[in-house]
């Protein structure tokens, strides 16, 4: 009996995807009487395996750089009414439609079927593009596929039905960057190829001009399509101009991306040919509004937009059908899909916010689809809009657009980026966005910064606590905010010691730590004498705030240059220890091996000795010591090598000028004795004999001072 269906599935040996595919051709197969061909292009043998379980119709094919014909090895097996093709790096997701366009007989009216092809930009799918694709014709004899690579049915004839199955597909995306040059290398060869042969094959010149855009190379693709436009200069028929726009839109896009100088100029010539249809001319707006927008061209930008928007409405919108087309030419068949969509609109916005105007915003905004699949909005509107809110009036609208712009996790980053530069302009910005978005609902940090700012602006005392309280629980690196949190801390006089006894001490030590590992020191130190104001106490929090700003000190010791400044944050940092972890420690924990208390509070406890035999002047304890603690906490061992080379300088110190005092001694000494001597000499015995007794102060052990006492007795 002659199968209804005919699937003919093109099988390169795709490990990842090619089980998916055959399962979802199942799914079809179980409810529509169809057959299945595959075409095997160069499958191993486990792959061969796999295709045997759903078919024994496989034909063998050897690849040759040409589609068409691999396609048309499977068409020739056909023997259904109708033909479906497809790769086995797509599936079938939704056949619901498809499979009742066939049980119902709706298919005798038709020549031809579109589904929905959903082109992923990422693996994780969160980016794609739907497009209908041609893939399902009625069988005639004279049915063939054309052209080496992107390859297509004719003839084609009766009418076309579109249908709303959809079938994932991830071909355009690449495991690493080699496997994308290898596909975009072996395609641009193919179309070159078929270009050497017939150099007018506009349909390849436009594939070509395409793949040159995903490769990217831009230059190349500029190049083609003004080719392209030339040879197509003294012709006026329907293919020619289906084409012309194509090629006009792709050379725009090309200088666009290249930043070509003469961009514009190639617009405007673009525009004036008159042989464009309407679909072309809005393509051709929608891109040079942005570079008007650019050049801040506003009167020519809003042109361009208002142009696009009058065709979209009219013929693409929610009345129109032009979205429906499934077979338009390369580069225009995208004018009207949402990403391009939404790109005008934004352009549309921000040259009019640029203006000081809103009207635009007002009516575009909340037309960008939100609630689409795969939305977007190109960062100038963001850039734009942050920028407005801070210079114009304020408007209860700015509120509901800051609120709808936080819903979405990447416009949120976007929308809080720019919040941050534009409030660092000036205070002016900052009070006016502070006012909208500290009406906004969302858990990221910057908006209750703005709530924080705006509470403080408006003098409430509580929000202002509240808002302080949100931060700190929020913010991972609290302690790194701006300066105005600490000043309106400082204003208000927020007890510290009740803000962070509600945060998880886990939390606050992850915050302490990061300010004292990734910031310099004048920063630290600033947020130490604000602790120092707003906590106090003997709280754990604080405890352990004193105790890691102590060994980050000790640890940057490295660069000091005075000994007592060293030993002062040694002894900080030993002094903290004992007394952060003593609270949950026993005294016994402090001794022996000290195992159980961490690396860094072991270094402390070994200063504590080291301190004391250099307070002692055991100079060979402190080196016993000072040697014990190296590589118990490796950051503090270079700040320890310093504290003990610093010593033994400071010791040296002592010694020299302990010399140098004593040479002094022994000169003053010896003038003494000659006075001395002199006062004997005239029998001034009892003058010599005072004068003696502070000879001896001076140089105790001198030997000639018995001999100096004999004579002043005598």
Known sequence: MKPILSISLLCS????????????????MEQVESELIIVDTGCDEETRELLAEYTDHIVPFTWCN??????????????????????????????????EFFRTGEYKKYGQACYIQRNYRDFAGNHFQDMWVSR?????????????????????????????????????????????????????????????????????????????????????????????IKLLRKRDDELANSYRQTFYLGALLAMECLEDEEALDFFKEAVRDKRNNILGKAGLCQLASELYYKKKEYE????????????????????????????????????????????????YMANKLAQGDTSALK???????????????????????????ARLPYDEEFVRIARKMSEHQEI?????????????????????????????????????YMKLVHAAQEHRGEDVKEAFRQLFKKVLDALVLEDRVFAIADEYALDMNEIISGVPFDQWKQCVDSLCEKNTMDVVWKREEFMERRCGGDGSRYGYFRWKVSEVEAVVTVEATEYKLIRDRMKAFSDESFA?????????????????????????????????????????????????????FRPLDEGLKK???????????????????????RVLARRVKEQLYKFIVKGEKETARGILQQLKGLTPDDPELAELERQCRE
């Open 580 to 632: 952060f972890y003593g609270r949950y420690y026993l005294p016994a924990a402090f001794e022996g091996e000290m195992e159980m208390l961490p690396p860094s509070c072991r270094v402390g406890v070994r200063l504590r000795k080291i301190l004391q035999a250099e307070e002692d002047g055991d100079i060979a304890l402190f080196r016993q010591e000072l040697t014990a603690a190296m590589g118990i």
């Open 643 to 665: 504290f003990g080379q610093m010593y033994a300088a400071y010791r040296e110190s002592q010694l020299e000028q302990s010399r140098q005092i004593s040479d002094e001694m």
């Open 66 to 99: 040409d589609f068409g014909a691999a396609r048309n090895a499977g068409l020739k097996e056909a023997k259904g009414e109708w033909f479906l093709y497809i790769d086995d790096d797509e599936w079938f997701v939704d056949v619901k439609e498809m499979v």
């Open 136 to 228: 399902m014709i009625k069988l005639r004899q004279d049915t063939q596929f054309v052209d080496r690579i992107h390859e297509y049915l004719s003839p084609i004839h009766g009418q076309n039905k579109l249908l709303y199955s959809w079938a994932d597909h991830y071909g355009y995306i690449y495991h690493s960057p080699e496997d994308k040059q290898r596909h975009d290398e072996r395609n641009v060869s193919i179309m070159k190829a078929v270009l050497e042969e017939q150099p007018g094959h506009l349909r390849v010149r436009a594939h070509l001009a395409q793949e040159y855009m995903g490769v990217p190379d831009h230059q190349a693709m500029r190049d083609l399509c003004k080719d392209s």
């Open 363 to 389: 009516e575009y905004f909340w037309k960008l689809g939100w609630e689409e699949p795969n939305f977007c909005v190109h960062e100038s509107l963001v850039i734009e809009v942050v920028s407005a809110m």
């Open 412 to 448: 949120c980053n976007l929308t809080l980026d720019r919040l941050k530069k534009e409030a660092e302009q000036n205070e002016d910005a900052l009070q006016a966005l502070a006012r909208i978005f500290s009406q906004v609902d969302s858990p990221h940090y910057y908006v209750w």
């Open 13 to 28: 040996g795709r490990k990842e995807t090619t089980k998916k595919c055959l399962d979802s051709l199942k799914t079809i």
């Open 300 to 347: 020519a930008c809003d042109q361009c937009c208002e142009q696009y928007i009058k065709v979209y409405n009219k013929e693409a919108g929610e009345q129109g059908e032009l979205l429906k087309l499934p077979v338009s030419p390369i580069f225009t068949q995208h004018i009207f899909y949402a990403h391009n969509r939404n790109n005008l609109f934004c352009i």
